[in-house]
């Protein structure tokens, strides 16, 4: 089949429901209307699906009876602030949102669009696609954790899937391009807030007081020689801390302090001792500078890691639909991505469309303010969609001995324990 002609096709709806999504954002498990407009076109299109409350939309075409089954997926939630009405060259958007406390600026809304028109393109072959492809509609990608509740849906509906696939568009890399990512794809976040809590004091007495602030100082100089001594030196990781606060005079020691940051990494094990090391640090240096400490630290999770023989098939087959030159190599991302969960349940590939176009002033990074997309990448973006999904059910490898075969339940329990309150609904 020829994919990229049948992206085309569908090339002025996809930029019409992106631009609709883009002016029209909503921020996670805020997405009523977006799923409302999904419903609404799959409708129109006669794709069965399901509105799941609180996690989003799952569609099927094609009949399982006839072969194996794919998930395609596409995350629907924007972010919150607004957005620049110019790009990163200084040039006019297209479109912007007429949200002032919202905006797609990290570009769901291409994400959203891109899997309507595969589906629209699915729908008229119906009957040649050789098994079944599951849509799914994500909500709260950005941080809520709604995921669980399209994932219990599909456990509960006993649905049985081969392999995952979805894409994420990318400015650093050349509009038409697709990178394929070799294993690791994006790292987890094991994120944290402390709040150190001392004694205020006037600074002519800082022995009447007791410093959060020197407490802190401790603090920080012990969790930055974390990566070093508890995780492996082979392993990516990244630490950074995103705010400090304590204080608004120069002659008072403040009551206390509150800072927040991340860890950003892949190994699941390595999460394990970090989250623990990090409690230890935390708590162990608050007691050596008299101080009390509240703290939030999230759980260890696990990176995105692409099926290896599902990955070396993708990238085959978009050499093999699209030419060599479409491929671009791109390294590992640090960046978070709740797709991860979704391919540990079911193994697939994850790939990066590019989206940058300097002549249109299209450069700007993903969460960037003049974050903005080329349209002309969205046709590639549909292809890789129809691409994976027809071909993977063609003659795509075996995965049967990584798709997960526990309880769902007992899979959130282990690994996203902040995701058991759906099952208690």
């Not at 997405?31 to 409350?53: A, D």
């Not at 006019?92 to 949102?97: D, G, I, N, R, T």
């Not at 974390?226 to 120069?250: D, E, I, T």
């Not at 791109?330 to 176009?357: D, K, Q």
Request: hydrophobic residues 35%; charged residues 25%; contains cysteine.
């Amino acid at each position: 089949m020829d994919y990229l002609r049948m992206a085309v096709e569908q090339e002025d709806y996809v930029i019409g429901m992106r631009r609709e999504f883009h002016r029209f954002p909503e921020v996670s498990s805020k997405e009523e209307r977006t799923v409302e407009r999904i419903c609404e076109e799959l409708e129109q299109m006669g794709v069965p699906y399901v509105n799941v409350p609180n996690g989003g939309v799952i569609g099927f075409i094609g009949d399982e009876k006839k072969g194996r089954t794919v998930l395609l997926r596409a995350d629907i939630d924007a972010l919150p602030g607004k957005e620049s009405l110019l790009n990163g060259g200084g040039q006019a958007k297209p479109v912007v949102s007429e949200n002032e406390d919202a905006s797609h600026t990290c570009g769901h809304d291409a994400h959203a669009a891109i899997l309507l028109g595969a589906a629209k393109a699915l729908k008229a072959i119906e009957e040649q696609v050789e098994g079944r492809i599951i849509l799914l509609f994500e909500r709260g990608e950005e941080g809520t954790g709604n995921l669980v509740y399209l994932h219990k849906q599909l456990f509960d509906d006993r649905q049985k899937i081969d392999s995952s696939f979805a894409l994420h568009v990318f400015p650093m890399m050349p509009t038409g391009t697709i990178t394929v990512f070799e294993g690791a794809c994006m790292a987890f976040s094991l994120g944290f807030k402390v709040t150190i809590i001392g004694k205020t004091a006037h600074g002519s007495e800082p022995t009447v007081g007791i410093s959060p602030i020197d407490c802190f100082v401790a603090m920080y100089g012990g969790i930055q020689t974390l990566r070093m001594k508890h995780a492996s030196p082979f392993n990516p990781m990244v630490f950074s801390v995103g705010y400090v606060n304590a204080g608004a005079v120069s002659n008072i020691i403040p009551g206390d302090l509150t800072f927040g940051g991340t860890f950003r990494l892949y190994d699941y094990d390595d999460g394990v001792r970090l989250h623990n090391e990090l409690v230890h640090v935390v708590e162990k240096t608050a007691e050596a500078y008299h101080c009390r400490v509240e703290h939030t630290i999230s759980q260890p999770g696990f990176g995105l890691v692409n099926d290896e023989a599902c990955s070396q098939f993708a990238r085959a087959s978009f050499e093999e639909a699209f030419g060599s030159d479409t491929l671009y190599k791109s390294n590992p991302l640090m960046g978070s991505e709740s797709h991860s969960t979704t391919a540990r349940l079911w193994p697939g590939t994850y790939i990066g469309i590019g989206i940058r176009n300097e002549e249109l002033g299209i450069t700007a990074g993903n969460h960037h303010e003049c974050f903005d997309v080329d349209e002309d990448a969205l046709k590639t973006g549909v292809a890789s969609h129809l691409c994976y999904a027809l071909e993977f059910l063609k003659k795509g490898p075996s995965t049967e001995g990584g798709v997960y075969s526990g309880s769902i339940r007992s899979f959130y329990e282990k690994y996203a324990p902040r995701g058991l309150n759906a099952f208690d609904e």
